[in-house]
């Protein structure tokens, strides 16, 4: 089934660009995992959804930068039409075109070394610290990423398509913050508490499908969707109790975390970069230890890439799953100590904003392997890093990130499309190791 | 391909050419009285599409743009972790005052004012405990033109049930509710009427749980209706269009609207709105940019009846009975004269 629908694909492309479609061939036909097709209800999809999600993560890191480097191209088209210079500067377009050229330049010029200037470095800044400080913001923005992406890449390799990061964080940003506000710890244990606290709640909260999923089969999708609902309705229900407000004020957001439980700055006080950085960076290690050199790891990976003979070679799928969901959970868990920890240190109900899904593209474009997880979460914390420069110095609206992100997706969900764009050979499939 | 991106170019540059053909401006017509003052908002995660008080706030800042000529510019947060970049960002770019929108961001402000203590804050919807001395905190006390509307609304019911409900129970929503309940309870006092209010208890009511769905605001609008309320109060946002929706398809009913006069941002309804409850962000975003170009003032602006930076809108002729619209008058001046306390609370 999956054969054929690459088929279709493959022949769609062929009449228009015959010279990329010939050395795509071996990887639009890989040989789908058979093992699972007989007499299992329901394997049929999710062989089918297996395969599709190990394309995506088999695209090569080429096709990866080139993808960022079609996003970056088409966002700067955007930029071009989204500035009231130039539509201003085209409307007498044929009178004096070299305005609207001019407009454009400027446009573009404007747009990225705002980027830049928001994102990685500032030459504009008086000292040191403010040249560097853009690049330490990158760093926070990307701090949940990390957490949230490792977590979501485990359950990717596993074979679970887990959606609810969003949930998972926002219960862990919960507790976490509970603990943080409510609870009076001497320094060190009490920030240890929280964190512990973060982790706990992503736990639960990624156990629940997880143990859905192992018990009774029901689809993590689904439930993970549902549950970030729950979740969310959940928060915003507590925030209207006394327990989580501030003393004398009604609205919904809790008293700030006590400074015991706070992490503290990784670079002093000019900049925001505090040490839940290092720790997301320690789960990184942590988790390229468990999957590649851990035998929980190896279980991992092959139920990931066979349910059904990883279950033949007795292995205990049941527990993997489960396993695998609470892990992911309490990373995704983790992600939320950034902003009720790190950054913001208040819970309200926008606290995930869109973090838990942000989190599913930063662990797609890293390939599920956590030094990609890092690099991904760190071009997208740069990307959210930019926005604000964006609108402000460039005066551009916000929703040109997110396009930009977006369009990055698109490509690299569709490695063929951005291989016929700058005709890349059909790289080799490396990956058999990995899978 | 080739050929889809040709066509696509085509069709681009030939868009490009019909809006190209107007002549170039003149150079060296700069706008005259443009001022050496920058004024710069920073929206809640809501953005400033979002129908309601970071919209309103934002119009305020493009009036100023036009008016009275002053630059700005402005920064649409989409997560919590926006807010502190944001402002910084704006620190950075130069702005003289920066407005920010909403609760949510009372902590980001309040830090952001302490690191620069040379620029000037304002923040919409929001109060401080200890004043801090550059930021003006801009709040209204919605209830007492809610207060109103509850009154009117009271005497225009012909099946004596009348509704409101919220979208989250936060406080910049409920005063709303709470107004409207203690006009109708002042009603009943008055006039000797029975009136009872449905979604609010004075402490807890119907809320449809965002600002966004729409439906939920048809379908709680549509269970009121069904237990013989005939008008409704949606304090919701853009949910509140949700109610309108099932208000004019049942017919014999009304709606109050909220923020802005509906009968005017939402005209497809403007048949069935009896009033609105006007909450003038706008006008206080403004006036605030307005007054500190010359001196900035700490002072909590606060929108009243008595300042019209709240009110009600026009009824539409012969729903309200007479001897109600004429009482409305007085209780304004009672309010105004602080005789009449316009909440349940009190």
Redesign the interface.
Same mark, same amino acid.
């Given at each position: 089934m999956s054969g054929e629908e690459k088929g279709g694909a493959a022949e769609e492309r062929t009449p228009? &660009?015959p010279e990329a479609a010939s050395p795509a061939d071996p990887e639009t036909a890989p040989e789908p995992p058979r093992a699972d097709a007989p007499g299992d209800p329901g394997a049929d999809s999710g062989s089918r959804s297996r395969t599709v999600l190990r394309e995506i993560l088999e695209s090569s890191t080429l096709v990866v930068i080139m993808a960022i480097v079609a996003s970056l191209a088409i966002g700067g088209l955007l930029i071009v039409f989204a500035d009231e210079d130039v539509r201003e500067a085209?409307?007498?377009?044929?009178?004096?075109p070299a *305005?609207t050229f001019q407009a454009m330049g400027d446009a573009l010029g404007g747009a990225y070394s705002a980027m830049f200037s928001?994102a990685v470095l500032n030459f504009n800044a008086n000292d040191f610290s403010g040249v560097i400080k853009p690049f330490t $913001?990158t760093l926070t $923005?990307a701090t949940p990423l990390i957490f949230a992406g490792l977590g979501l890449g485990i359950g990717f390799r596993a074979g679970l398509f887990n959606i609810g990061a969003q949930g998972q964080l926002l219960i862990g940003a919960t507790l976490g913050a509970y603990v943080g506000f409510a609870w009076h710890l001497p320094w060190g244990i009490h920030l240890l508490v929280a964190i512990v606290g973060c982790a706990l709640g992503g736990a639960i909260w990624g156990f629940i499908p997880g143990f859905l999923k192992a018990r009774t089969g029901a689809h993590e999708v689904i439930v993970t969707i549902m549950l970030n609902y729950i979740a969310l309705?959940l928060v915003?229900w507590l925030l @209207?109790l006394d327990a989580f407000q501030r003393e004398?004020? *009604?609205?919904?957001?809790t008293p700030?975390v006590d400074e015991t439980a706070q992490y503290p700055l990784l670079l002093g006080s000019d900049f925001?970069l505090h040490w839940g950085f290092v720790l997301a960076l320690a789960c990184a290690a942590g988790v390229w230890w468990l999957m590649e050199r851990s035998t929980l790891g190896f279980e991992f990976r092959a139920v990931g890439a066979n349910p059904h003979a990883a279950r033949t070679a007795g292995m205990n799928v049941t527990k993997a799953y489960i396993l695998v969901m609470v892990i992911a959970g309490a990373l995704a868990g983790l992600a939320g100590s950034a902003?009720v920890l790190g950054? &913001?240190?208040?819970l @309200?109900t926008?606290?995930a904003?869109?973090?838990g899904f942000d989190a599913i593209t930063v662990a797609l474009l890293g390939r599920s392997r956590p030094l990609g997880t890092v690099m991904a979460a760190i071009l997208f914390g740069g990307l959210?890093?930019s926005?604000?420069?964006l609108?402000?110095?460039a005066?551009l609206?916000?929703d040109i990130v997110?396009v930009i992100q977006a369009l990055i997706v698109l490509f690299i969900a569709a490695p063929p499309l951005v291989r016929?764009i700058f005709r890349l050979p059909a790289p080799a499939h490396e990956k058999e190791v990995a899978a | 391909m080739k050929n889809t991106i040709r066509f696509g170019a085509v069709a681009a540059a030939s868009a490009l050419a019909l809006a190209a053909c107007s002549s170039a401006p003149e150079d060296g017509d700069a706008p005259e009285g443009a001022e050496d003052y920058k004024a710069c908002m920073v929206s809640d995660a809501g953005g400033f599409d979002d129908a309601s008080f970071n919209q309103s706030a934002y119009e305020g800042l493009q009036r100023a743009a036009d008016e009275l000529g002053v630059e700005t510019a402005e920064a649409e947060s989409t997560a919590e972790s926006d807010y502190g970049p944001n402002l910084e960002a704006q620190v950075d770019a130069g702005c003289d005052l920066i407005i920010t929108v909403g609760f949510l961001l009372g902590d980001a402000t309040a830090a952001a004012a302490e690191a620069n203590p040379e620029v000037n804050f304002a923040i919409v919807d929001f109060g401080y405990d200890e004043p801090i001395d550059n930021v003006k905190p801009l709040f209204f006390e919605t209830d007492e033109a809610a207060f109103l509307a509850g009154y009117a609304a009271a005497g225009a019911s012909a099946t004596g049930t009348i509704s409101t409900f919220g979208g989250i129970n936060i406080p910049t929503v409920s005063i709303f509710m709470d107004g409207f309940l203690a006009g109708a309870n002042r009603y009943n006092e008055d006039m000797g009427g029975d009136v009872t209010v449905l979604g609010w208890d004075g402490s807890d009511g119907s809320f449809t749980g965002d600002f966004e769905n729409q439906t939920n605001g048809q379908n709680t609008a549509q269970g009121f209706l069904d237990q013989g309320a005939d008008i409704v109060m949606p304090v919701a946002g853009p949910v509140g269009l949700g109610a309108a929706q099932a208000v004019q398809s049942a017919g014999d009913a009304w709606l109050i609207g909220v923020d802005s006069d509906w009968s005017q941002s939402a005209p497809d309804y403007a048949d069935v709105v009896l009033t609105s409850v006007l909450k003038n962000i706008s006008n206080a975003v403004f006036d605030t940019i307005e007054s500190s170009i010359t001196e900035f003032s700490n002072d909590p602006y606060v929108g009243t009846l008595e300042n019209e930076g709240v009110g009600i809108a026009e009824f539409p002729e012969g729903v309200v009975p007479d001897e109600v619209v004429s009482e409305l008058d007085t209780l304004r001046d009672g309010i105004i004269a602080g005789d009449i306390e316009p909440s349940t609370a009190g």
């Open positions: 228009n &660009e085209a409307t007498y377009f044929f009178s004096r *305005d928001g $913001q $923005q309705n915003a @209207t004398g004020s *009604d609205n919904p957001i700030i925001n902003p950054t &913001e240190k208040v @309200t926008a606290t904003g869109s973090l959210r890093a926005g604000p420069t609108q402000v110095q005066g609206p916000v997110f016929s | -």
